[in-house]
């Protein structure tokens, strides 16, 4: 929940991974209707817990990338966060990259730091 005094005060904002995700009827993609919905982006919404509308997002596209061929460009599916800040603007990690953004409420980029740490698994994978 965004803290009181912040922009956004009240609403949620929440770091939504992608990949897999979801329950429904089962279908030739899901047989057992599990992961059933399959978007290869993460996106970060904060909303209005009372009326659920969605208020501000960061998708890829935002960010100017095409869907769906660059969309992968903001992707992690797991180890990720977004927080408001003081100013207004948000910072996003993107876990599994090692990178993190401070984005303005226009989606203009303002921070990125990349970390320079890594190693790979077995696979020759990188992993932060």
Same mark, same amino acid.
């Given at each position: 929940?965004? !803290?009181?005094? +912040? %922009?956004?005060?009240?609403? +949620?904002?929440?770091?939504?991974?992608?990949?897999?995700?979801?329950?429904?009827? !089962?279908?030739?993609?899901?047989?057992?209707g599990s992961k059933n919905a399959i978007r290869d982006y993460?996106?970060?919404?904060?909303?209005? !817990?009372?009326?659920?509308?969605?208020?501000?997002?960061?998708? %890829?596209?935002? +960010?100017?990338?095409?869907? %769906?061929t660059d969309a992968s460009k903001f992707y992690s599916p797991?180890?990720?966060?977004?927080?408001?800040? %003081?100013?207004?603007n948000t910072l996003i990690d993107e876990g599994s990259d090692?990178?993190?953004?401070?984005?303005?409420?226009?989606?203009?980029?303002?921070?990125?730091?990349?970390?320079?740490?890594?190693?790979?698994?077995?696979?020759?994978?990188?992993?932060?």
């Amino acid at each position: 929940m965004i !803290p009181k005094g +912040l %922009p956004g005060e009240g609403n +949620l904002l929440v770091f939504d991974n992608g990949g897999w995700a979801g329950y429904g009827v !089962p279908n030739p993609g899901s047989k057992n209707g599990s992961k059933n919905a399959i978007r290869d982006y993460s996106r970060v919404i904060e909303f209005n !817990p009372v009326t659920l509308e969605i208020e501000w997002q960061v998708t %890829p596209k935002e +960010l100017g990338h095409a869907i %769906p061929t660059d969309a992968s460009k903001f992707y992690s599916p797991y180890v990720s966060s977004a927080q408001r800040l %003081p100013n207004g603007n948000t910072l996003i990690d993107e876990g599994s990259d090692g990178r993190l953004i401070e984005v303005t409420k226009d989606h203009e980029i303002v921070w990125e730091w990349i970390s320079p740490y890594y190693t790979h698994n077995e696979e020759g994978q990188k992993i932060i």
